[in-house]
């Protein structure tokens, strides 16, 4: 017999905060719109097939791990480490040959982050699903999480503070995209600053959802400002 999903907090609040994944995008068109920079849809699907294409990358790392048996907190480690070097090295690739342009990295790193609103959303049900089943698999599961110190991420306010996630990687995405614009060169910074925000975020998880993710804010939009500065300065 299936069990029902009871409407628990965290559930209620997954409906009630869906559609802010989904306008997380819209304030970085609207300022695209002001600040003079066209959007092209090819180039924000492109932006898409690279956040694709970067996870990819990272599954001969997951399966390295995997085969290896390494200790949890290791291959985690691991994983997370080589967030930045797939991601920004697939994203310098990407404009490369499409063109090194405001344009096209605006536009590129608006895709990028459009396809992690998805991810993202996914991602929240599926805790919310796992927070209910009571078979071993998911105890297991469970388990993992609370050794990870993700169990914070069952607060009934975490569907809420992951919307705002979504708007803060849309900053970091679109930041890191325009860097590349005013240098190449700049993904010597990119790699190491995108690995470290993703450690950064994992580790202050464990002690506040809350503080993790208004840091990230902060972080994000720092960089997103930089990348808009630079772009001005060129």
Not at 107 to 117: D, F, H, N, Q, T
Request: proline share 4%; glycine share 6%.
């Amino acid at each position: 017999m299936k069990s029902k999903i009871i409407l628990t907090p965290y559930i209620r609040n997954i409906l009630w905060a869906a559609p802010l994944y989904f306008l997380a995008p819209l304030p970085f068109f609207a300022l695209a719109y002001l600040i003079n920079i066209e959007i092209v849809a090819g180039s924000v699907l492109l932006g898409m097939l690279g956040w694709w294409l970067a996870l990819l990358l990272r599954i001969p790392i997951i399966l390295f791990v995997k085969s290896k048996k390494i200790e949890q907190k290791k291959s985690n480690k691991l994983i997370i480490g080589f967030s930045g070097p797939t991601e920004e090295i697939t994203r310098l690739v990407l404009l490369s040959i499409i063109g090194l342009n405001s344009t096209n990295a605006y536009s590129v790193g608006l895709g990028w982050a459009m396809i992690e609103v998805v991810y993202g959303l996914i991602q929240i049900i599926g805790i919310g699903v796992l927070e209910q089943k009571t078979d071993a698999k998911a105890e297991e599961a469970k388990t993992l999480m609370k050794q990870m110190g993700m169990d914070k991420s069952l607060a009934p306010s975490t569907p809420y503070w992951g919307a705002l996630e979504r708007v803060t990687a849309t900053t970091v995405h679109i930041g890191h995209s325009l860097l590349l614009v005013f240098s190449p060169y700049a993904i010597i910074v990119t790699i190491p600053l995108h690995s470290f925000i993703n450690f950064f975020v994992v580790k202050m998880n464990r002690t506040s959802f809350r503080k993790s993710q208004l840091s990230f804010f902060i972080i994000g939009c720092v960089i997103f400002l930089v990348g808009l500065l630079l772009l001005f300065f060129m």
